[in-house]
């Protein structure tokens, strides 16, 4: 495993996926969007986008466009996950994208173990791959590398569904504050890779400019007796046999 990553709970990787691919992915998801925003996308979809910019991975078609354009990406990101991690599988179920382009939509301090679901596909990492830059006119992450080490001996947040799970700027300042911080200024394909225990938040900014979309993709570890992922029958196909 990346040393970064094993030693700190994150770990910032340049170039996981090329200026080129980054593009593209961005174009495809800018479809998404659009459609979410002219009413031609399922409600539901366009509901999930007013109220946090999410576009789920494995509900990809309700926002009009094809599963078969998004695998290539999927497999990218798990077949060169695997050189900073080990062996892993991507779960499209709580993969996502997010669009930011106010605050309503920006994320307090949390962990993925329980503020995005992430429990039950323990040991897992979360890949964030920005599509445009961020750090410093748009937001990135902030990270507290080494946080997860405390925050696995804690009890998990209970929220009510929906509602997230986040901790206060004033338990973070209190329980953390001998530890460093992580901004990182990251160009679109480079990736932030970080235990689902590690806390992170989206970066306060003053007066970001422009639109933030980025991915969440992320991998179950330890999983070498796994074969191929998307080698056959679609994203939803594939994740349909695997939740019979």
């Not at 040991?123 to 964030?128: A, G, Q, S």
């Not at 530890?179 to 689902?196: N, T």
């Not at 003053?206 to 080698?231: H, K, M, N, W, Y």
Request: aromatic fraction near 6%; proline fraction near 6%; charge should be negative.
């Amino acid at each position: 495993m990346n040393p970064e990553l094993q030693a700190k709970g994150v770990a910032v990787v340049r170039g996981l996926l090329s200026g080129a691919e980054a593009a593209s992915l961005k174009g495809l998801l800018e479809r998404a969007y659009a459609a979410a925003d002219n009413g031609t996308a399922h409600v539901d979809a366009q509901e999930r986008v007013r109220a946090w910019g999410g576009v789920s991975v494995h509900l990809i078609e309700q926002f009009g466009i094809d599963e078969q354009e998004l695998i290539p990406f999927l497999g990218m990101v798990e077949t060169r996950a695997t050189k900073e991690v080990g062996p892993c599988k991507l779960i499209p179920n709580i993969c996502v994208f997010r669009r930011h382009r106010e605050s309503r939509t920006h994320v307090p301090w949390h962990i993925d173990s329980d503020g995005a679901g992430t429990m039950s596909y323990d040991p897992c990492v979360n890949i964030w791959i920005p599509l445009v830059s961020v750090g410093r006119s748009l937001q990135s992450l902030e990270v507290i590398p080494g946080s997860h080490i405390f925050m696995r001996e804690l009890p998990l947040l209970n929220p009510p569904s929906g509602s997230g799970a986040g901790r206060t700027d004033e338990w973070v300042d209190q329980n953390f504050v001998h530890h460093d911080r992580l901004v990182a200024q990251l160009e679109p394909g480079d990736a932030l890779m970080f235990d689902h225990y590690t806390l992170h938040r989206t970066q306060p900014m003053d007066s970001p400019s422009g639109t933030r979309i980025s991915g969440e993709f992320r991998v179950q570890l330890a999983c070498s007796g796994q074969g191929p992922v998307f080698a056959s029958g679609g994203l939803l196909g594939w994740w349909r046999r695997r939740t019979a």
